[in-house]
């Protein structure tokens, strides 16, 4: 099925209000046979394509064409123009129609690592952004349609030696072509290697991200009893997302501390990041960390939205500060602390949908999030995780950890 990307979907507000007004109106008789009864249809707003509205439109146009109530004939003759009208304004609205890889895609890369491709489309232009396991998201060099495929490429720049020895810098073209069957998407990475003897082929998969949900009234959702989720002792109900990685995790006179101690000399350690057994899907999230000057850690939501845990007081915005949604919401206001002092936080997804209080700010107020940031176990938006936090960079200290889940 194909679905609006969102600079489009705001677009589509007044042809979706007529076609909802016209179908709660019309009598069964028209509807009977269309797919739907009067109080199904038309599908949750933005839930299909404008094309497959405008189609909608036009065969509820034929029923009424024969309908012997001349009133509701004349009522919809009137409003059929507009709708044609506000269908041809909006030429975004048909190509996300025709373009079916515009939208937001989940991605395993090779190795098995969660992944993300976003198209975007603004007139004839087309954009992707890309996330390639960690890191951050990245809008690609370019991206376009040749031969029904999407064709992106991404650039690489390394420093790597000449056969002097003398160092100098490459730009390595990564082309990814991507063929789509349904919902499911096969892409292929031909990348150049770093000698310019020939390239690395790999092949991996995608899908389709579910539509993005309405923006929830977070003053009507209901929550049920809060969880603690560290009782101050030890870690139980706490263990690695990767059991070969060293454990630099405890607990110390009530906190949970992260100590990734490297010594000098010796081969650098891989430390590993902290999961809660249980999982969980939509709630609020409240905690308290401090960090050390140049503190580095990370809050994992369902295991896969990373909201930024670093020491970054007095630095200008960016998504990458503490509090934001790596690399892809920027905080609104600046609210950290200096190093050295507890911090609180107040975290709330819900349907998608995110909202991060620092020290009593908000920074992220109810905003969708398109897709998973970099470490994400997993690329699937639609399953619970666990919460997880990043121990793999600096120390970092944590206390009062709780979960309050959304009733179902």
Not at 70 to 87: E, S, V, Y
Request: aromatic share 6%; glycine share 10%.
């Amino acid at each position: 099925m194909e679905w609006l990307s969102p600079d489009c979907k705001h677009r589509c507000t007044s042809v979706v209000r007529l076609t909802k007004h016209l179908t709660e109106t019309l009598p069964d008789s028209i509807l009977s046979g269309f797919g739907a009864e009067r109080k199904q249809f038309p599908p949750k707003p933005f839930g299909k394509t404008s094309k497959s509205l405008a189609i909608s439109i036009f065969h509820l146009a034929d029923r009424l064409s024969v309908c012997p109530n001349t009133a509701m004939r004349n009522t919809f003759a009137k409003r059929l123009p507009l709708a044609a009208l506000l269908l041809g304004l909006f030429p975004g609205i048909v190509h996300s129609a025709e373009n079916p890889f515009i939208g937001d895609w989940e991605l395993t890369i090779p190795g098995g690592h969660a992944g993300w491709l976003g198209v975007d489309q603004s007139g004839d232009k087309l954009s992707a952004g890309m996330l390639w396991g960690w890191g951050s998201v990245e809008p690609t060099a370019s991206a376009k349609l040749a031969d029904g495929k999407l064709v992106v490429t991404r650039l690489h720049n390394i420093e790597t030696k000449d056969a002097s020895g003398a160092k100098r810098k490459v730009t390595l073209t990564e082309t990814i072509t991507a063929t789509l069957d349904g919902s499911n998407m096969k892409l292929v990475s031909i990348k150049e290697r770093e000698n310019s003897n020939g390239a690395d082929r790999a092949e991996f998969t995608g899908k389709r991200t579910a539509p993005m949900p309405e923006a929830p009234d977070l003053k009507s959702v209901k929550f049920g009893p809060p969880i603690q989720l560290f009782n101050g002792k030890d870690t139980s109900g706490w263990r690695l997302t990767d059991p070969g990685a060293v454990n630099g995790w405890s607990a110390k006179d009530g906190l949970l501390v992260n100590n990734p101690h490297q010594e000098d000399g010796k081969p650098h350690l891989n430390y590993g990041n902290l999961r809660t057994e249980g999982e969980f899907e939509d709630f609020r999230l409240k905690l308290e960390v401090r960090l050390a000057k140049g503190g580095n850690s990370g809050v994992y939501l369902r295991g896969i939205y990373e909201v930024q845990v670093a020491e970054t007081y007095g630095k200008p915005l960016d998504s990458h500060n503490m509090g934001g949604l790596y690399s892809r919401i920027k905080p609104a206001v600046s609210a950290e602390k200096p190093p050295g002092e507890w911090q609180t936080m107040d975290i709330t997804l819900v349907k998608r949908h995110l909202t991060v209080i620092l020290n009593g700010k908000t920074l992220i107020a109810n905003q969708p999030v398109r897709g998973c940031t970099g470490g994400a176990l997993w690329s699937d938006v639609s399953r619970p995780g666990p919460l997880y936090l990043q121990g793999d960079h600096t120390g970092v200290e944590y206390r009062n950890i709780s979960v309050t889940p959304v009733l179902p």
